[in-house]
């Protein structure tokens, strides 16, 4: 079992940053990716960005932040964060840690946060 812990939501304007961090507990070494995912009201939760826990740490992100918003992972502390430059009121939503035990980074994930809200004013 991993529990992960979600910080960093608030509520800010357009334009502006926030940095989302995601701590990790439990049996952290078998995890092999760890992404975000964001439910706006009345939608679907959405895949934000991932990144592999090992190695070079490949990321991967949605077209919707590509450009705006930076993964990154400190595995020392277990943490994962998401740098969120640029936001616009579309970026509203409870922002969500995910982790997985294998398989694609891009696949299903195994353990989820209990999220965090951002909401971006105009």
């Known amino acids: 079992q991993v529990q992960l812990g979600e910080s960093g939501g608030g509520l800010v304007q357009a334009g502006c940053s926030l940095r989302l961090s995601c701590a990790a507990s439990?049996?952290?070494?078998?995890?092999?990716?760890m992404g975000w995912f964001r439910q706006a009201p009345g939608k679907e939760r959405e895949f934000v960005a991932a990144i592999s826990r090992w190695g070079s740490g490949n990321t991967y992100y949605a077209d919707s932040v590509k450009g705006r918003f930076t993964i990154s992972r400190d595995n020392s502390q277990n943490t994962l964060y998401l740098q969120m430059n640029s936001l616009k009121p579309e970026d509203t939503a409870v922002y969500y840690c995910?982790?997985?035990?294998?398989?694609?980074?891009?696949?299903?994930?195994?353990?989820w946060g209990q999220g965090t809200q951002v909401t971006v004013s105009s």
């Open positions: 439990g049996r952290t070494f078998s995890v092999s990716a």
């Open positions: 995910a982790a997985k035990f294998g398989g694609a980074v891009l696949g299903n994930y195994d353990y």
